[in-house]
């Protein structure tokens, strides 16, 4: 990727116009009645700390033979709740390890990648919180046997790679690993799960963003920059986000219905159970990687078929759904959008979205630092990288696609061959660029609270189209599908400029402060 694009500060980005399958307003009876925030860049604030009021879901209880999470899949907080809350209430003592991190953290950090001092101030507050001081010193000095182990595990773990994909012996693949984390402090698993393994030549590993420290990074945001839990608490429920951008005219898909504990509840269950005839997309509310999302083929007589190939009327789509609220919690009925023509060579039907991570420096406007585009599996509803899906990175500067990664069922990243590569030596061109990059800098203004944010933006054959933001962009996926690491740039900037503004204007003092747990990732 070339240098970030950022639109010119006097010109407002163009707005798409209103469109029968973009806005709420323009489909008739079926529409839900959208409130309209309070006038101004963001609708009114949640009181910080503050969760979104929504029923609980009766959900179903686990069944017994339910196996244990895959190690490799399944990566561990920065931090427990509890251990962060006492974390930072150590760090609101000030002492020695007061303020923002020190030379020693910055030292031990590097100074490409100014994340990693503030992970490890945080593990090493983790620490104090579980142990004390005494065994947190006896826990540092013993850091590099734990590495070793996990170093070894992870080496006896890849044997199973193809000979093509790692050829080295397990004790070469574990002294390697070993070496990464002593030498650069990222973990183990960062060799996989980061793209370090397929990065390009001359590319430094102690330049990426580990796992760890931009979800610590991400934490210590959500809890310290002020207005960022209330703007991510909006961000997050996608009705509310749905609504303000409604108001604002950013283009975004409409919600037909939406369902809650067994029920209908918009449009109101006495509304005649009317639907568009065509193709619609239901997913949970607060869902994430693709969990629960169903595409709604119309058969073309009034009828829809879930994919389990028994056609239903609109009354049958809607029991559906109901049903699908008491395990998913809400679910969102949104029509289905269609492709650009030229994305078909990325797509067998199902609607390909790109993922636009934006930041926004203290003071500045946001601007756009990484963009891949997800394309399915074949057969697949979803785009979803955690779903099977493809990524290609993106140029900023052209909107041109790079080289294209996978992952296998441990997530574990590998290059795999373009679905572009028809296209040419330079890659296919995805359609109206200019505008995508916009309407994700468009909507970032909506949230300004929040430092960093990830848009999935659909490129539609009536242009792009806001389908959710994310407040937990996935910073691991941007740097292995393009190969540059996040450390020295503005993506990493923005958060230690954030925090450091944070801890400068007092952010620990006299306050109680909530733990702030990640969300899944998307």
Aim: hydrophobic share 40%; proline share 13%.
């Amino acid at each position: 990727m070339s240098r970030p694009f950022a639109p010119p500060r006097s010109a407002e980005p163009p707005v798409q116009a209103p469109s029968d399958q973009l806005h709420p307003r323009s489909v008739g009876a079926f529409a839900p009645p959208v409130p309209a925030p309070a006038p101004g860049p963001t609708a009114p604030p949640v009181p910080d700390g503050a969760a979104p009021s929504a029923p609980t879901p009766t959900a179903p209880a686990p069944s017994a033979g339910a196996r244990a999470p895959d190690p490799w899949r399944i990566l561990p907080q920065p931090c427990h709740p509890g251990e962060f809350e006492r974390a930072l209430a150590t760090w609101r003592q000030g002492r020695w390890l007061g303020g923002a991190p020190g030379p020693l953290f910055r030292l031990l950090g590097g100074r490409r990648a100014p994340l990693r001092a503030w992970h490890l101030k945080l593990t090493c507050l983790r620490a104090h919180a579980r142990w004390g001081w005494a065994r947190t010193l006896r826990w540092g000095v013993l850091t590099p046997l734990r590495v070793a182990r996990e170093a070894w595990e992870l080496a006896r773990a890849g044997r199973e790679l193809p000979r093509a994909e790692d050829p080295l012996p397990a004790p070469v693949r574990a002294l390697r690993l070993w070496l990464l984390t002593m030498t650069t402090g990222l973990r183990p698993r960062d060799h996989y799960f980061t793209g370090l393994r397929v990065r390009p030549r001359g590319v430094r590993a102690g330049d990426f963003v580990g796992q760890y420290e931009w979800r610590s990074a991400y934490a210590l945001a959500s809890a310290l920059v002020p207005g960022a839990r209330a703007a991510r608490a909006q961000l997050s429920d996608k009705r509310r986000f749905e609504a303000l951008a409604h108001a604002h005219g950013v283009a975004h898909f409409r919600t037909l219905a939406e369902y809650r504990d067994g029920g209908r509840v918009v449009p109101p269950p006495s509304a005649a159970d009317e639907l568009p005839w065509r193709d619609l997309f239901s997913k949970p509310a607060n869902g994430s990687a693709g969990r629960g999302a169903r595409r709604w083929r119309h058969l073309g007589d009034g009828r829809w078929d879930g994919g389990d190939g028994s056609p239903v009327d609109a009354a049958g789509v809607h029991a559906a759904l109901a049903r699908q609220s008491l395990a998913d919690g809400p679910v969102l009925l949104q029509p289905c959008g269609r492709n650009h023509p030229a994305l078909a060579p990325l797509s067998d039907g199902a609607l390909c979205t790109v993922r636009v991570m934006t930041v926004r420096l203290p003071d500045a406007p946001p601007e756009p630092v990484g963009a891949v585009i997800r394309s399915p599996r074949p057969g697949a509803v979803v785009d979803n990288f955690d779903a099977g899906g493809l990524a290609s990175a993106v140029e900023l500067a052209t909107g041109r696609l790079g080289r294209t990664i996978r992952q296998d069922e441990r997530s574990r990243i590998f290059v795999a061959p373009s679905p572009h590569a028809g296209a040419g030596d330079a890659g296919l061109a995805l359609p109206d660029w200019p505008a995508c990059l916009a309407l994700a800098v468009r909507a970032h203004a909506l949230v300004p609270a929040l430092p960093v944010a990830g848009w999935d933006v659909a490129l539609t054959d009536e242009g792009p189209v806001l389908t959710e933001g994310n407040t937990f962009p996935c910073a691991s996926l941007m740097q292995a599908a393009s190969g540059e690491p996040f450390g020295p740039g503005r993506f990493s900037s923005a958060l230690d400029a954030h925090l450091r503004r944070a801890l400068a204007a007092g952010a620990l003092r006299g306050r109680a402060l909530r733990p702030a747990t990640p969300p899944p990732r998307s």
